[in-house]
């Protein structure tokens, strides 16, 4: 079982609409969790960071879930520029460090 | 503004040469990570490294080997390239929580 699991998509939704995507992850000692984005042929950036209380960045809200061990992302009135790649990241620690675990990412299309 | 260079773009190299990928970060980040992106797949951790010297087998380690000889520099290695190792790869670093990612290098082994 892959230690991050995300549904690949795509999801192909018009401009205006509210999508959401969920992460999965195995590893109950994760210390940390992340949202990136990759466009087509990039390197992925961080979006967002996920925190216990739930954080919001604009469109952008983050949910973690520590009990049931998932991570959510919702964007709300989707624009064209949102169709990407969206990777969970998440962190278990390992000998002090901490290793970003990637899930296999979920595709946006988003369209006019 | 905080930066990872990889040193190449793109690269073709042949079946049997060494290959040499190099990774540089000024954020003097303890940690710096190789991973490889193929579609379908996501990004695979090869080899991590948290201190000078100091390197760790990630989840696809076989073919490659690391080097990190200073802080700032982490490079990759392929002993004897094969097809099967034409890909994206990504360099990363962090020191507690948020990696930043070099811009990749697109590899290809004819």
């Not at chain 1, 192909?12 to 999508?19: D, I, K, L, S």
């Not at chain 2, 710096?32 to 080899?47: A, E, T, V």
């Not at chain 2, 890909?87 to 004819?110: H, I, K, W």
């Given at each position: ?26 590893n ?34 983050a ?42 990412g ?7 | 503004?905080?930066k ?13 040469e ?57 490079s ?10 034409t ?24």
């Open positions: 079982r892959k230690e991050v699991e995300q549904d690949p998509g795509p999801f192909n939704v018009p401009e205006g609409a509210t999508v959401a995507f969920n992460c999965t992850y195995s109950s000692a994760s210390q940390s969790f992340f949202w990136y984005r990759q466009d087509c042929r990039k390197e992925p950036k961080l979006l967002m960071s996920v925190y216990s209380s739930g954080n919001e960045d604009g469109r952008f809200t949910q973690l879930n520590r009990a049931s061990q998932y991570i959510s992302l919702l964007i709300r009135d989707s624009k064209l520029s949102d169709s990407a790649t969206y990777l969970c990241v998440v962190n278990p620690a390992s000998g002090g460090s901490y290793i970003p675990t990637f899930g296999r979920t595709s946006l299309i988003v369209h006019p | 503004d905080v990872v260079t990889q040193s190449s773009r793109y690269l073709v190299k042949r079946t049997g060494k290959v040499f990928l190099e990774c540089v970060q000024d954020m003097d980040h303890e940690n710096m990570f190789w991973y490889r992106q193929d579609p379908g797949l996501g990004l695979r951790l090869i080899y991590f490294s948290y201190d000078v010297k100091m390197k760790e087998k990630g989840d696809i380690p076989e073919g490659y080997s690391v080097s990190r000889e200073k802080k700032e520099r982490f990759l290695i392929l002993e004897s390239a094969s097809t099967n190792q890909s994206m790869y990504l360099c990363a670093s962090n020191r507690d929580t948020e990696a930043f990612f070099g811009q990749g290098t697109r590899l290809t082994v004819v």
